[in-house]
């Protein structure tokens, strides 16, 4: 297999748990209400902010031997630049309210994903962003565009209320591709840090999904993260 392979057959429990999340689908059936792609959307605003900062701080830790990764990272800043405004944007379409999205403190599963990616950064193999970058657009090729035309529809709304699900469903196939290039040239040890991380984001970006649905119905955040850990 090759180093890309290796990534998807090692992660591939992970991923189908995440696939399989309620929330998830319910979107790709039409059948999410409009406060629970709300809620949805202001815990994608709390991840994707720092989008741009851990690259930064990837880029900055890099091993000599890792430098021609650098290169890399800076197209992905350039693209990944500003997204959160799309989100905020998508909130006051929908009928939210951006500010108060923002302000509110972002769900455990959504916080421990960002603290966990940048910790693996600082103290662990700074390589193990790319596992980050696995999962994020993975999933959104997997199920960003189709969710997006099952929301307009199932909720009236608007084009500009799906500009970040929209963009990233074609977006993230030619970075997934150009992605692919990336890990076929990793060393074992950097393919197992990245392994490592997408594992643990996987588990945290489904258990994320799973703290949005439980809040709209009234219940637990923090017990369905506890839960969806174990």
């Known amino acids: 297999m090759t ?30 209400s409009r406060d629970e792609y709300l809620a949805f959307l202001g815990q994608a605003y709390h991840h994707v902010r720092f989008t741009v900062p ?20 800076v197209e992905y800043i350039e693209e990944e630049h500003g997204h959160e405004q799309w989100i905020l944007d998508d909130i006051r379409a929908t009928g ?31 390589v193990g962003f790319f596992g980050m970058v696995q999962v994020l657009e993975g999933t959104s090729t997997a199920l960003a565009t189709q969710a997006a035309e099952r929301l307009q529809a199932s909720l009236g709304l608007p084009d500009e209320a799906v500009r970040y699900l929209t963009s990233h469903g074609s977006l993230d ?34 258990a994320m999904f799973r703290g949005v649905e439980a809040r709209c119905a009234g219940g637990n955040t923090a017990q369905e993260f506890t839960d969806a850990l174990v």
Not at 3 to 32: F, I
Not at 177 to 204: C, K, P, S
């Open 3 to 32: 180093p890309y392979q290796q990534l998807q057959h090692a992660t591939r429990h992970e991923r189908e748990w995440l696939l399989s999340t309620p929330l998830l689908t319910r979107a790709l059936a039409g059948q999410v």
């Open 54 to 73: 851990l690259m930064m701080a990837c880029g900055a830790r890099l091993p000599e031997r890792l430098e021609w990764l650098r290169g890399a990272l």
């Open 96 to 126: 939210g309210d951006p500010a108060a999205a923002a302000a509110r403190p972002a769900d455990p599963a959504t916080r421990l994903m960002v603290a966990a990616v940048r910790d693996e950064i600082e103290h662990g193999q700074p």
């Open 173 to 206: 196939i030619g970075h997934l591709a150009f992605f692919e290039g990336l890990v076929n040239r990793l060393e074992e040890q950097d393919l197992a840090a990245v392994i490592d991380t997408a594992r643990v984001v996987y588990r945290l970006y489904g």
